[in-house]
């Protein structure tokens, strides 16, 4: 191989090797995709599994970081299981986060509250958001806390239409 033969070899190996080193610069690959997210569920939702339903508003999760999560949810309060109301709220939350189930979780500004439980709003995997739909159903009151104010609006505005239609709690306790 001539002289000549061998530089231009050279040359165009170079020439080529930049245009690789561009084209596969990390900048330039796409990330695949994860699974994709049911519609109305946030980003920054954690996918976690039903454990036990203890009443209307408290249950019991495995997340990634805890096999036995007790979580208190954000946003309501429903009747203890001895009062008029509580067994329909437990029914009702059980319904929408049957044992074994799959739920997307989301905490607000205070992930916990006085008595270390954790504060989570919880959405079915279609993306229904459970702690709204008990207070759309009446068998939840709006109750908002401290600073954790996410969707306060649409949970007070769910309570005045379960109260004026007189459902749930708001009709027959």
Known sequence: MSRVSKILAFVLLAVVGCILF????????????GPARPPGIPDGAQLATVNHIHDGDTLFLTTPDDDNLKVRLLG???PELDECGGPE????LS??????STVYTLADEE?????GRSLLML??????LINLSLVVHGHAESVFIGANRLYEEDFEAAEEDAQASSSGIWGGC
Do not use: H, K
């Open 22 to 33: 561009f084209l596969l610069a990390p900048e330039n690959f796409v990330p695949a995709a």
């Open 123 to 128: 959405w079915t995997p279609d993306g229904q």
């Open 95 to 100: 319904a929408l986060a049957p044992e074994g």
């Open 89 to 92: 709220g437990t029914a009702a």
């Open 111 to 115: 992930p916990l509250d006085q008595y």
């Open 76 to 78: 309501i309060g429903t």
